[in-house]
């Protein structure tokens, strides 16, 4: 039996579909940070509640283009949330990549 198909990667690229860089500049952290609440378990509340991204909608820059990585599986969490961050690539007419993330390399041994 293969082993499950792992879910794939969105990149939402701050590029519109004309080639000019999506404005406003922190637009990839308010996109993320809408979408904070939809993680593993759940919205933590009470003591255990602390800000940061969601592990389904994370900034990030790859080369000097700033993005939005979403993961497929933010589609079983929350269909609803999956639909949002689409229609606000589709909307904004941003450029949209399937890919993998690959991890930086650990440093170098002494």
């Known amino acids: 039996m293969p082993p499950p198909a792992q879910p794939r990667e969105v990149f939402i690229l701050g590029i519109t579909l004309d080639g000019r860089t999506f404005r406003p500049s922190d637009w990839a952290e308010r996109?993320?940070?809408?979408?904070s609440s939809f993680r593993p378990g759940g919205a933590q509340q009470g003591r255990s509640a602390y800000i940061g991204y969601s592990p389904y909608c994370v900034p990030n820059v790859i080369g000097d283009v700033k993005c939005v990585v979403v993961n497929e599986?933010?589609?079983?969490?929350?269909?609803?949330?999956w639909d949002f961050v689409m229609n606000f690539a589709r909307d904004n007419r941003l450029q949209i990549a399937e890919a993998c993330l690959v991890p930086d390399a650990p440093p170098p041994k002494p």
């Open 31 to 35: 996109l993320a940070g809408a979408m």
């Open 73 to 81: 599986a933010l589609k079983d969490v929350e269909p609803m949330a």
